[in-house]
Structure formats: structure tokens, C-alpha cells
């Protein structure tokens, strides 16, 4: 099993978002046995909580089904999952500060966008719909060129 972990900061939008996007990715392509797929947060603002309502509406907006409970991302996961894949820079950061290196596990989300290599997927959480929509469409395609490259690397 092939295991990929979504890192944002609160774990209640962008990576909760990721983890549906990609899960249902994954059942499309009948790949949900060969590769398993989570998130978590860099703080622990919001462990145990369901996600942001504003994530549950634009995932269901787009057929996308969310399930998770907030968690925070610790040492551990390191050892846990074969990809760890940051939100942005922040992210990141953070998580080298956690993991006390520069692991080669550690992936931008971003550096997988066609339309916007190396950027940070924006933080929606001050915004309003639009914000979440953006981060929708940016984590939709980035996923697909991601999906990809795990199947490239893994023969699948
Ligand atoms: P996320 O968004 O990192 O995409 O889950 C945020 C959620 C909560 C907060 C910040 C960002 N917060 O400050 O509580």
C-alpha cells in the first residue's frame, strides 16, 4: 500500500479537500486498494473537528464525499506514509521544523500544478466561497498531474 499524507495548516480546508479529492480520484481509477490516502494540520487548533463547512459545500458542490477528522501532523507520520505533501511554503516549513530535516518524502503540492508550479495553494480560510472554489479547481488538477507521477513512480 502506497501512502500519501495532505498537510495544511488547520487541517479543516485545503487538506481535508485534498484527502476527498484525491480518495475519490483513486475510486475512479480503482486504485483505492494500492493507495491509501490522509491529512492532517501543522497546528492543533482544530483536532477532533469535522471540517470547515465552507469545504463540506464545495465538496459537495463538485460530488466530491468529505469524511475527516482534524489532526495534528506529528513525527510519526514521517515513518507512517510514503508521501508527505505540504500546502505551501508555510506548510512546509513547519514541517521540517517537526520532522528536524529535509526529508525526501516531503512534497509541494503546488510543484504537481500545470497552471502554477511552486505556488502556495491560498489559505481560504478569511475568504468566502470563491476562495474555496479556487482552492477546489487548483487541488483538482494538481492531483491528476500527482496521481500521475504515483503511478509513474510506482508502475501502476
Ligand atoms: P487550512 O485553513 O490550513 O486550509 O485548514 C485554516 C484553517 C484554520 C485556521 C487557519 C487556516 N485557523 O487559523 O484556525
Known amino acids: 500500500m502506497i501512502k500519501v499524507l495532505f498537510v495544511c495548516l488547520g487541517n479543516i480546508c485545503r487538506s481535508p479537500l ?23 494540520g501543522t497546528a492543533n487548533y482544530h483536532v477532533g473537528e469535522n471540517p470547515d463547512p465552507r469545504t463540506i459545500e464545495i465538496a459537495e458542490k463538485h460530488g466530491v464525499p468529505v469524511n475527516h477528522k482534524g489532526q495534528q501532523f506529528k513525527k510519526h507520520h514521517q515513518n507512517e506514509f510514503d508521501y508527505l505533501v505540504a500546502m505551501d511554503h508555510s ?66
Open 18 to 40: 485534498a484527502e476527498a479529492i484525491f480518495k475519490k480520484k483513486l475510486e475512479t481509477e480503482g486504485l483505492s486498494n494500492k493507495i491509501h490516502t490522509d491529512s492532517a
Open 91 to 156: 506548510n512546509y516549513r513547519n514541517m521540517t521544523i517537526e520532522l528536524g530535516s529535509d526529508p525526501e518524502k516531503l512534497l509541494l503540492m503546488r510543484d504537481f500544478d500545470p497552471a502554477g508550479k511552486g505556488q502556495d495553494v491560498p489559505d481560504p480560510w478569511y475568504g468566502g466561497m470563491n476562495g474555496f472554489e479556487e482552492v477546489y479547481q487548483i487541488l483538482d488538477r494538481s492531483l491528476d498531474e500527482f496521481l500521475s507521477f504515483i503511478r509513474k513512480t510506482h508502475d501502476l
